[in-house]
């Protein structure tokens, strides 16, 4: 059973740039694919990026794409999302989530889950 526990987050101005953290605990981190999703108030939650248990290969929304970058260090079971030229269109609940084995752009894919920090981004 592996717990994720999110730091980071907060509010900034159109343009700058924030460091989401997921601190992994529990089980076998090295093991798990994760990945990063969020929500906003009333909408279904989407994906936003993804990273596999050896941190080779990434994927991400195409609506992030060159602006935000997923890593993980697995010596300190630790994953980032690095959040750079942001919008206003990324404001909303991020969520790590982690599942054994291969890493999915599906959350219901996912067994484990952090409980969500908030990011708003205003103009």
């Known amino acids: 059973q592996v717990q994720l526990v999110q730091s980071g987050g907060g509010s900034v101005q159109v343009g700058g740039s924030l460091t989401l953290s997921c601190a992994a605990s529990g089980g076998d981190f090295s093991d798990c694919g994760m990945g990063w999703f969020r929500q906003v108030t009333g909408a279904e939650r989407e994906f936003v990026a993804a990273?596999?248990?050896?941190?080779?290969?990434?994927l991400y929304d195409d609506s992030v794409k060159g602006r935000f970058t997923v890593s993980r260090d697995n010596s300190k079971n630790t994953g980032l999302l690095q959040m750079n030229s942001l919008k206003p269109e990324d404001t909303g609940i991020y969520y790590c989530?982690?599942?054994?084995?291969?890493?999915?752009?599906?959350?219901?894919?996912?067994?484990?889950w952090g409980q969500g920090t908030q990011v708003t981004v205003s103009s």
């Open positions: 989530a982690a599942r054994e084995g291969y890493y999915s752009t599906y959350d219901g894919d996912f067994n484990y």
């Open positions: 990273i596999s248990r050896t941190g080779r290969d990434t």
